[in-house]
């Protein structure tokens, strides 16, 4: 079953190209960001991770950039494949030291063949 | 395998009825938290456990339980006081709350009222 939005914004992407999902994040002091994949009816997985001291983190054909002057995280997909089609939503530490996450609502990944 | 495990992975309850999720994790995690997922919101933290025998409410606890009794297991009862509670339950854990790290998540529960 359906586990996520209905309505969630989508990206469709070829196979084989490169992917950028982006999320706005909600509060300057965040200090530690995640990206998620969820596929349908079933829990996250974990993609990759970034400190707030750092503004680039790469991980095996993902990449996450921060721009804490916007407060804007990307996640990109290098070489999409079919089986990168699921949900992405980013989640921010709201306080440091704290048990406090905020997440994103996430986006569609549609990969094309 | 470590991991967590969530139990049962669908799960139907008639109005007035209470139920229990099972949640536990064999990862030795001080932390687990319990999240609500609705379409199109982010997850919403219900409660979260620091350590054995101690839970904290998180931003939607009304309608809901837990307890804390063993540090694997962290069970979350839906009461029949949850007006809404048909929803995508999730279930995770980490190291600490106090320290940067991702959460780990279990495959969730699908909780449908009838």
């Known amino acids: 079953g359906e586990s996520v939005g209905l309505h969630l914004p989508t990206l469709s992407v070829q196979e084989g190209d490169n992917s950028i999902i982006n999320c706005a994040y909600s509060?300057?002091?965040?200090?530690?960001f995640i990206w998620y994949k969820q596929e349908s009816g079933k829990g996250p997985q974990f993609i990759i991770d970034?400190?707030?001291?750092?503004d680039k983190r790469q991980g095996q054909r993902v990449t996450v950039l921060l721009n804490k002057t916007v407060k804007h995280l990307s996640l990109q997909i290098a070489a999409t494949q079919p089986g990168d089609s699921a949900v992405y939503f980013c989640?921010?530490?709201?306080?440091?030291?704290?048990?406090?996450?905020?997440f994103g609502t996430g986006t569609r990944l549609k990969v094309l063949a | 395998d470590g991991g967590i495990t969530q139990s049962p992975k669908y799960l139907f309850r008639k109005e007035g009825q209470n139920v229990t999720l099972s949640c536990e994790q064999n990862?030795?995690?001080?932390?687990m938290y319990w999240y609500r997922q609705d379409p199109g919101q982010g997850l919403r933290l219900i409660y979260y456990?620091?350590?054995?025998?101690?839970?904290q409410k998180g931003d939607i606890a009304e309608g809901y339980s837990v307890s804390r009794e063993k540090k694997e297991s962290f069970p979350l009862t839906v009461t029949s006081a949850q007006k809404n509670p048909t929803a995508f339950y999730l279930c995770?854990?980490?190291?600490?709350?106090?320290?940067?790290?991702?959460?780990?998540f279990g495959e969730g529960s699908r909780l449908t009222v009838l």
């Open positions: 995770a854990s980490s190291w600490s709350s106090f320290y940067t790290g991702e959460l780990f």
């Open positions: 989640a921010e530490r709201a306080t440091s030291g704290t048990y406090k996450y905020i």
């Open positions: 990862l030795n995690h001080d932390a």
């Open positions: 456990s620091q350590i054995v025998n101690d839970f």
């Open positions: 970034i400190r707030s001291n750092m």
């Open positions: 509060n300057s002091a965040s200090d530690y």
